[in-house]
């Protein structure tokens, strides 16, 4: 637990489930206040409300789509309307589908760069826009995954999407550092969500996908949220611009564990 971060105010997209829900919970349990974001299922954002209370925290679930300008700057305006001001914003939203790239259709490219790319630019933008014109300490934290280093076939936009982030971290990490604005990613490896779910139902496609960590399972949404809240402490002050990969190792080339090569 991080003592400095009771009280602070977060915005988080696609919080209504998988990885955001986890966060949420977590910044809960560090007694914050959150916007969890949620596009289409309220079910779920009430579920994660609930969690964030129950944690101690306090929370509201906002609608919003964060390929929109509006949606971003509906987001900003619920913190400061129901908390009072903005420390951390969490880009977290996103979405995958998969095609051969001959057969991926331009719908589908902008529809997964639209959320995961460009999502990320607006929440990022209207982040920065307020922490600089309040002249604000502030925070942002982009979740990317382990596809912005290695490359997925039939999942190109997807990886695009992500290599994007990649940089897009690092450039305004670097634009950003010296008006004490701390902006660093997150790339988590197979973690067991509901984008996941279908996947991880196979116990041969669970086989496969554990093959391909050096600690030989999926992760648990925690313990990306544990990496979160680290990124969001004043523990990691002196960090900019990093991807923290969350990941079991899955970014090390696991084909060589054996010694082999
Ligand atoms: P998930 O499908 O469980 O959750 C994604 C969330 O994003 C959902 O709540 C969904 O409603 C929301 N979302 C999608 N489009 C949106 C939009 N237009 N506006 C607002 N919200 C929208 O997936 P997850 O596994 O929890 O993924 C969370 C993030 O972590 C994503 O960016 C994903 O790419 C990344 N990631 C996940 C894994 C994994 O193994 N689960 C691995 C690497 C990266």
Redesign the pocket.
């Given at each position: 637990m991080y003592s400095e971060l009771t009280g602070k105010v977060a915005v988080i997209?696609?919080?209504?489930?998988?990885?955001?829900?986890?966060i949420s919970k977590r910044f809960g349990q560090e007694k914050m206040k959150v916007v969890i974001?949620?596009?289409?299922?309220l079910e779920?954002a009430k579920q994660a409300v609930k969690a964030v209370e129950d944690a101690g925290g306090s929370a509201i679930a906002v609608q919003?789509?964060?390929?929109s300008e509006e949606?971003n700057k509906k987001l900003l305006q619920a913190a400061i309307e129901n908390f009072g001001q903005l420390d951390l914003w969490v880009?977290?939203?996103?979405?995958?589908n998969q095609h051969e790239t001959h057969e991926l259709s331009l719908k589908d490219w902008e529809k997964v760069i639209?959320?995961?790319l460009t999502?990320v630019f607006l929440g990022s933008r209207t982040a920065l826009d307020y922490f600089v014109k309040n002249n604000k300490k502030g925070n942002i934290i982009n979740?990317?995954?382990?596809?912005e280093q290695i490359p997925w076939p039939t999942f190109a936009h997807?990886a695009a999407s992500?290599g994007g982030v990649k940089l897009f971290t690092e450039t305004i990490a670097m634009e950003y550092a010296a008006r004490n604005v701390r902006v660093n990613s997150?790339?988590?490896?197979?973690?067991?969500?509901?984008?996941?779910a279908e996947k991880f139902a196979d116990p041969q496609q669970l086989e496969n996908t554990t093959k391909m960590v050096p600690m030989q399972r999926?992760?648990d949404?925690a313990e990306?949220a544990a990496a979160a809240a680290w990124l969001a402490s004043d523990e990691s002050s002196y960090v900019a611009g990093i991807t923290l990969f969350v990941d079991g190792g899955m970014t090390l080339y696991p084909a060589f564990q054996g010694g082999q090569g």
């Amino acid at each position: 637990m991080y003592s400095e971060l009771t009280g602070k105010v977060a915005v988080i997209t696609g919080g209504s489930k998988g990885i955001g829900t986890a966060i949420s919970k977590r910044f809960g349990q560090e007694k914050m206040k959150v916007v969890i974001n949620y596009n289409s299922d309220l079910e779920g954002a009430k579920q994660a409300v609930k969690a964030v209370e129950d944690a101690g925290g306090s929370a509201i679930a906002v609608q919003a789509d964060v390929g929109s300008e509006e949606g971003n700057k509906k987001l900003l305006q619920a913190a400061i309307e129901n908390f009072g001001q903005l420390d951390l914003w969490v880009n977290n939203a996103g979405m995958e589908n998969q095609h051969e790239t001959h057969e991926l259709s331009l719908k589908d490219w902008e529809k997964v760069i639209n959320v995961n790319l460009t999502g990320v630019f607006l929440g990022s933008r209207t982040a920065l826009d307020y922490f600089v014109k309040n002249n604000k300490k502030g925070n942002i934290i982009n979740m990317s995954s382990v596809h912005e280093q290695i490359p997925w076939p039939t999942f190109a936009h997807y990886a695009a999407s992500k290599g994007g982030v990649k940089l897009f971290t690092e450039t305004i990490a670097m634009e950003y550092a010296a008006r004490n604005v701390r902006v660093n990613s997150i790339g988590p490896g197979a973690i067991n969500t509901p984008i996941n779910a279908e996947k991880f139902a196979d116990p041969q496609q669970l086989e496969n996908t554990t093959k391909m960590v050096p600690m030989q399972r999926i992760g648990d949404p925690a313990e990306v949220a544990a990496a979160a809240a680290w990124l969001a402490s004043d523990e990691s002050s002196y960090v900019a611009g990093i991807t923290l990969f969350v990941d079991g190792g899955m970014t090390l080339y696991p084909a060589f564990q054996g010694g082999q090569g």
